[in-house]
C-alpha cells in the first residue's frame, strides 16, 4: 500500500528564532516544511510549489501577513492559512478572517497549540474540499430542487413518471417546503407544458368571491357584473390549474369543484349555458390531509378524485443532509444579489443550521442565508453571521442530529458539550449519562480540549479551546 503524501507547510517569516523551532516541531508530526524569509520569497515559493497551510507573521521585512493572505486567497485560493502575530487584537483577527485566513496564532504559543491549530486547518481543508465535490457531484437542481433525499428522489421521480399522464395530483407538505416548485414540474413536464398554468391560493381569496373567481360569470349575474367575465377554470383550459390551500375551499364549492371534474363542464355564475373545460387539476395543502377528512373539512368523495397521485412534501428537518446544498445554492445567488465573494460555510455555522428545527422549512433557510450574506464581513459565513436566534447554545430540537461531513471527533465533542450544559458543567453526572467512568471523561475533556472553570459554586463557564469560537 502507498504511503499517505505528507501535507506540505510554508512557514513565512523573517526570524531564525521563530521558523528554525517551527520547523522542527512540524517535521517532528510528520509534515513536510519548507521556509521563506520575506514576502517576496514566499510569493516565489508558492508559484513554484503547492502547499496545504502556510504559517506567515505579520509583520514580514517587505511586506504584511495581511497582504500575504490576500494574495494566497487570491491565487491559490484551496490553501489555508495561519497568521502569527505578537500584536493580537480583535481589529487584526477579523482583518486576517475578513481576507481568508483560518484564524490567527499570537506569540508566544506551545507546541500543542500549535499543532492542534494546524490540525484543524488542515482538517477544515479537507472538509471543504470534500463539500466541494459533493456540491458539484450532487448539487444538480431538478425541476427546481436541491437534493439527495431519499424521499426528494422518490418525488422526482413520481414527477418522471405521472407528469405526463394528466392525473389529478394531490400535495401536502407545510408551508416553505416547496409544494409550488412540485405543481410547476408537475406541469412543465406534461403534454400540457405550452399550455397555461394558473395558481390560485384558496385561502388569499374571500369566501364570497372564490366562487366568481373560479368559475366566472356572466354580465348582470350580480350587483357590479358589468360584463362576461371568465374563471380561472375556463383560463387553465388546455393547461394546469393549480388550487392551493384546497382545504379552505367551502363545502359547497367542493361539491361544485367535483362535478366540473366528472363531467368536465361548468356554468358561468348566472349563465345557463355549460362550458366544456380541459384542465389538469394539482391541489396543494399545508395540512394533514387524514385529519381534514375525519373533521369534515375535506369531503372524502372530491377528496378520492384530486388523489389520484398524492405526494408528501417531507420537512427540511427530516433531510437535514440537504441542508448544505441548499445553503451553498442560496449562498451563491445572494452572494451574486449583494455582490459579496463568500466562498464557503464553516463548519461550526453548518452545525448551527443542522440543529435547527427549521418551523419555516425552505423558505426560512432561504431567509437565513440572505441575512447572512448581508451580514458576513469575511469570506466564510461563520456564526457570528447568522440571525440572532442561532447564536444560543440551545437551538435544537429533542432529536440528536448528526451534520454531514463532520469528523467524528466533532461529533463527540458536541455530545459531551451538550451534556454539560444540560447538567450545569457537572461532571459526575454528565459521565454517568454518558456511561463513562470518571477517569476516562477527565482525559476525553483534555483531549477535546474543553475546559470547565467553576466561579463562586454557582456558576459555571464553559470554555472550549476551538480556533473558531
Not at 513536510?32 to 504559517?55: G, M, P, Q, Y
Not at 495561519?82 to 486576517?96: C, K, N, P, Q, W
Not at 490540525?119 to 479537507?126: D, G, V
Not at 483531549?447 to 463562586?456: C, D, F, S, T, V
Request: net charge neutral; with cysteine; proline share 4%.
Amino acid at each position: 500500500m502507498t504511503a499517505p503524501v505528507p501535507k506540505r507547510i510554508l512557514i513565512v517569516d523573517g526570524e531564525d528564532s521563530i521558523t528554525v523551532p517551527l520547523d522542527l516541531v512540524l517535521s517532528d508530526a510528520g509534515f513536510e516544511v519548507l521556509t521563506a524569509e520575506s514576502f517576496a520569497k514566499s510569493i516565489k515559493v508558492l508559484r513554484e510549489t503547492s502547499v496545504d497551510l502556510v504559517i506567515t507573521d505579520l509583520r514580514l521585512s517587505d511586506g504584511s501577513g495581511i497582504d500575504l493572505i490576500a494574495h494566497i486567497k487570491s491565487e491559490a485560493p484551496d490553501t489555508e492559512v495561519i497568521l502569527m502575530t505578537a500584536h493580537g487584537s480583535v481589529d487584526i483577527t477579523i482583518e486576517a478572517i475578513k481576507r481568508g485566513a483560518y484564524y490567527y496564532l499570537e506569540k508566544p504559543f506551545t507546541s500543542n497549540r500549535l499543532l492542534g491549530l494546524v490540525a484543524s486547518a488542515l482538517q477544515f481543508a479537507t472538509l471543504r474540499v470534500e463539500t466541494e465535490k459533493l456540491t458539484l457531484a450532487e448539487d444538480v437542481e431538478t425541476f427546481g430542487m436541491i437534493g439527495r433525499d431519499a424521499k426528494m428522489l422518490k418525488i422526482i421521480e413520481t414527477i418522471r413518471t405521472a407528469a405526463p399522464s394528466g392525473a389529478s395530483v394531490l400535495i401536502e407538505g407545510e408551508s416553505g417546503t416547496g409544494k409550488e416548485l412540485i405543481a410547476t414540474a408537475f406541469h412543465t413536464q406534461s403534454l400540457r407544458a405550452s399550455g397555461p398554468f394558473i395558481r390560485i391560493n384558496c385561502a388569499a381569496i374571500p369566501h364570497d368571491l372564490i366562487e366568481s373567481e373560479l368559475f366566472g360569470y356572466k354580465k348582470g349575474a350580480f350587483t357590479g357584473a358589468d360584463r362576461d367575465k371568465r374563471g380561472l377554470i375556463e383560463a387553465a383550459s388546455g393547461g394546469t390549474l393549480l388550487l392551493d390551500e384546497i382545504a379552505e375551499m367551502p363545502a359547497h364549492l367542493q361539491t361544485k369543484l367535483l362535478r366540473v371534474l366528472q363531467e368536465r363542464k361548468l356554468r358561468r355564475l348566472g349563465d345557463e349555458r355549460e362550458i366544456h373545460v380541459n384542465f389538469r387539476l394539482v391541489s396543494a395543502t399545508n395540512r394533514d390531509t387524514e385529519a381534514l377528512l375525519q373533521e369534515g373539512v375535506l369531503r372524502k368523495d372530491l377528496y378520492f378524485r384530486i388523489s389520484t397521485i398524492k405526494i408528501k412534501v417531507p420537512p427540511l428537518r427530516e433531510r437535514l443532509d440537504d441542508v448544505l446544498l441548499i445553503a451553498t445554492r442560496f449562498l451563491k445567488r445572494f452572494n451574486v444579489q449583494y455582490n459579496k465573494r463568500i466562498r464557503d460555510i464553516s463548519p461550526e455555522a453548518l452545525l448551527r443550521l443542522v440543529r435547527y428545527n427549521w418551523p419555516g422549512n425552505i423558505r426560512e433557510l432561504e431567509s437565513v442565508i440572505e441575512h447572512a450574506v448581508l451580514f458576513c464581513p469575511g469570506y466564510q459565513l461563520v456564526p457570528s453571521c447568522l440571525p440572532e436566534g442561532f447564536h444560543s447554545a440551545r437551538i435544537v430540537g429533542s432529536a440528536f442530529v448528526i451534520p454531514p461531513l463532520v469528523p467524528m471527533k466533532e461529533i463527540e465533542r458536541e455530545a459531551i458539550m451538550q451534556t454539560l450544559e444540560r447538567t450545569s458543567g457537572n461532571i459526575k453526572e454528565s459521565a454517568h449519562i454518558l456511561r463513562f467512568a470518571r477517569p476516562t471523561f477527565y482525559r476525553k475533556l483534555k483531549k477535546l480540549g474543553i475546559k470547565i472553570e467553576r466561579h463562586n459554586e454557582s456558576m459555571v463557564e464553559r470554555k472550549l479551546i476551538h480556533p473558531l469560537h
